[in-house]
């Protein structure tokens, strides 16, 4: 079983488009994190999410964290070839819990 | 944030050979490393908790005896993949945990592994 659940697993768009990730689970976690990885190289962060309904703002990447800790969203805007890569949300539930992965949205921006 | 090498970047092997990763830790000392396989597509999957001084804590399913681990020191784990076969062919990253376990982590580049 998936602890954490991220859809959509494959999102293919064109440069200029908006688009949103999501990473969803039935458990409370203390807090979440989102990497983007490119391929043939290690996950790199992008941002920690800790308090229940926080927004954070990276550039063109919105990332909120649920009410209820359970889940998280990231939106990009205007997205850009750049941006193709792996996103993958990561959590512990408390800070003595291993941190899980998500199975990870794989995003293509075409030019 | 910390910077993890690995090295080697990419290997290839023949099957049933042993091939041993390195991960070291560039900047700070580290008592816990974590290692993790990553297969085309995929996300990672925790293998194992490298402790320094003490065993290695496998994951369910992973099997200790086929991927040996050894925290040298508190900058060095090592993965040796014994015996391997072209199952074996993967990414394996390693990663030095935060301050707290919630906290990121900092990955190394990685290793691509393929096993003819």
Same mark, same amino acid.
């Given at each position: ?54 927004? !954070? !703002? ?14 998280? +969203? ?33 995003? +293509?921006?075409?030019? | =944030? ?11 092997? /023949?099957? =049933?050979?042993?091939? &041993? ?5 560039? @900047? ?12 085309? /597509?995929?996300? %990672?999957?925790?293998?194992? $908790?490298?402790?320094? =001084?003490? &065993?290695?804590?496998?994951?369910? #399913?992973?099997? /200790? @005896? /086929? ?6 020191? %508190? ?12 199952? @074996? ?8 945990? #935060?301050?707290?376990?919630? @906290?990121?982590?900092?990955? #190394?580049? #990685? $290793? ?5």
């Amino acid at each position: 079983t998936q602890l954490l659940e991220q859809s959509p697993q494959f999102l293919s768009i064109q440069e200029g488009e908006n688009l949103t990730v999501y990473c969803n689970s039935s458990s409370v976690f203390s807090s979440l994190q989102w990497y983007r990885q490119e391929p043939g190289e290690g996950p790199v962060l992008l941002v920690t999410v800790v308090t229940g309904g926080e927004v !954070k !703002k990276l550039k063109r990447l919105t990332f909120q964290f649920g009410d209820a800790r359970k889940d998280s +969203s990231l939106h990009i805007t205007a997205a850009q070839p750049g941006d193709t890569g792996l996103y993958l949300c990561a959590g512990a539930k408390t800070s003595y819990d291993k941190v899980i992965f998500g199975p990870g949205t794989s995003l +293509s921006v075409i030019p | =944030g910390a910077v993890v090498s690995q090295h080697p970047s990419w290997v290839i092997c /023949k099957s =049933g050979t042993s091939v &041993k990763i390195e991960c070291r830790s560039l @900047d700070f000392q580290a008592t816990t490393m974590f290692w993790y396989r990553q297969f085309p /597509k995929q996300s %990672l999957m925790l293998m194992a $908790t490298s402790n320094e =001084g003490s &065993k290695a804590t496998y994951e369910q #399913g992973v099997e /200790k @005896d /086929k991927f040996l681990i050894n925290h040298a020191s %508190l900058t060095l784990s090592t993965l040796t993949v014994t015996s391997a076969h072209p199952e @074996d062919s993967s990414f394996y990253i390693c990663s030095l945990p #935060g301050l707290a376990a919630s @906290d990121t982590q900092y990955f #190394g580049p #990685g $290793t691509r592994l393929t096993v003819l």
